[in-house]
């Protein structure tokens, strides 16, 4: 019997075409009709900057592989050319979808609600010169209308900028003209009507569009459209051969505004004329060009959610919890000396993480903080309190990621302002980025030196701590305190990769550790013993982890796989997977915490990470994983593994055709995941509360006459 390899590539699905699998979840999130109605939109915006994102890099990185005359087989047996083809095809379906929805539900139903937007066509007099006032005090003077000709080439276009394609013609002759509309105006803009039950909203392209005219006196401008373009922002640094790391991502920042063209949104009824100019003048192929019916670049929707007065189509307002380790506690080095402290974000509040940073900054006996920041909020309270520590003397060491995507030009602000406090800032080491999320406070106390240690699955921003689902540790345990200088120590670039008691760190060592853990479980398997394996993460495209779950799956290992994004593994394969299950949630929060759980006969293991299994994670970033030791956070993490296995409302599961379909609920329990935590820390806080209140004594008044 010829054993096999599991290099069969109907045994994968290609990592692009699962991202687009994913984006169709976001989208059938912003067609259900259980979501209130705002919430909608705004799953409405996020399948457009996820497809933007998507073409920008993803896209953009195959097309410039083929044109480099690279065209090899994936894991899934596509070359560049074929993956390119199909997402095209996913891609028109996809956004042909987005909008059908838009047009025929989500519009009709912002009406009944009070939110009208209108065409021109539907503006009465009244509003038609409410509009003609703000065009000319407002909209004219931003305007930069640029026509091309003999004397004046095809402007260069920003990358997703919305703008107008105009044909004009003087004398006979047709030219070609093009105005951006303004970024720093808002996309919608209010009219007044003589109602009381709605409010009138028109966009501003339109506006633009209707007053066209005057932007170009003594010509008669025959058509306008809207169009917008899609570049190539997928960033190639030397690192080897750079001098200043930070001076040269600034300039390449600037250079992605300008790349390659990718993608042509264009209306789905633009002249053909313009049509042509476009394509000629952006290099863009028919199959890249996207005919748009309806408002071009959905993402306003976002600004639209934010209208005031509207809460009532919206989630209710959820208020994170005290971490039920930290309940009733003042002292946050008292409670980690103590005991470790689990942190279950958003249901529990990231306030803990800031106010560790904020206290050790203000602490005398705090002599040096470590921290590496790969993505922070605009208005960070943990880089004030960083900048703070150092400004008082202490030692403070940030490693700044600045080649965190779409975060470079966050980041470079930050690092200088930490130098300029006094922080000794850092870029990690050269051909890697560093997403690991650690932080080290060192301190000395009245026995001596001790470390205290924050260890997540998510970045250090305050914002996102409210909409990602991650978890973290608090903890002083020496031997993890120890592998956290030794790391800081490698990052700063004066040590070799250490060998570490509890961590395990990537690229060194962290692939080993996942095949190790893995192969355990399938060698007790092959021994008859109970075998499980259970993995909540965000991607899984990895091959030499898939076909490593295989074969545990065709020893008997029972596998689950919960995974938001990207997963290349098939499920229900006979003799190759009919033991693994695929689920992806995608719900009210981004799931993004990384949990990996091994039954090791009995013996359960839990360890957390910052580590998706993908190759970039793996091969070419500093990654941890770190354990759970303490029995009681150990326990409520395989407990809230349980409930997400159990889920029937948000998630989906995978079947052999690739395809994600709903749970049948019938005669089970409906457990909303989410739902569940979010209820679960409140009550857990209102349990406390009511025993704070009656363990206080109130004497008994008597009435003395």
Known sequence: MIENTFDNPLYFENRELSWLEFNQRVLDEAKNSDNPLFERLKFMSIVSSNLDEFIMVRLASLKEQLNMGINKPDIAGLTQKQ??????????KLVDEQYSHYKRSIVPLLKTKGVNLIHTKD????????????????????????????????????????????????????????????????????IPNNSNKHTDFILLEDVMKLFMQRLFVGFKVICTYPYRITRNADLTIDEEDTQDLLIEIEKSVKKRKWGEAIRLEVAYDMDERLINILKESLSINNKDIYYINGPLDLTFLMKLYDLKGFDHLKYDRYNPSTPLDLLGEEDIFHVIRKRDVFLHHPYESFTPVVSLVKRAARDDKVLAIKQTLYRVSGESPIIKALAEAAESGKQVTVLVELKARFDEENNIQWARRLEKSGCHVIYGLVGLKTHCKITLIVRMEEDGIRRYVHLGTGNYNDITAKLYTDMGILTCNEKI???????????SGYSEPPKLNKLTMAPTGLRKKFMMLIEREENNAILGKKAKIIVKMNSICDPGIMKALYKASSAGVEIELIVRGICGIIPCIEGVSNNITVRSIVGRYLEHSRIFYFYNDKDEEIYLSSADWMPRNLNRRVELIFPIEDQRIKQRIIDILKIMLKDNVKAKTKNREGEYL????????????????????????????????HDIFIPIKKNHK
């Open 481 to 491: 305190g120890a592998d956290t200088s030794a790391v800081f120590n490698t990052l």
């Open 662 to 693: 709903k749970i049948n609920k019938k005669g089970k329990k409906v457990i909303n995941s989410q739902e569940y935590f979010s209820k679960l820390a409140q009550n857990i806080m209102k349990e406390y509360t009511v025993e704070k209140e």
């Open 83 to 92: 993956q390119i083809k199909k997402i095209s095809v996913k891609t028109h």
């Open 123 to 190: 503006l009465n007099e009244n509003q038609k010169n409410y509009l003609e006032e703000y065009f000319t005090e407002v909209i004219y003077p931003v305007l930069t209308p640029l026509a091309v000709d003999s004397s004046r080439p095809f402007p260069l276009i920003l990358n997703k900028s919305l703008n107008l394609a105009i044909l004009i013609k003087r004398n006979g002759e047709e030219v070609f003209a093009t105005v951006q509309v303004p970024a720093v105006l808002s996309r919608f803009i209010e």
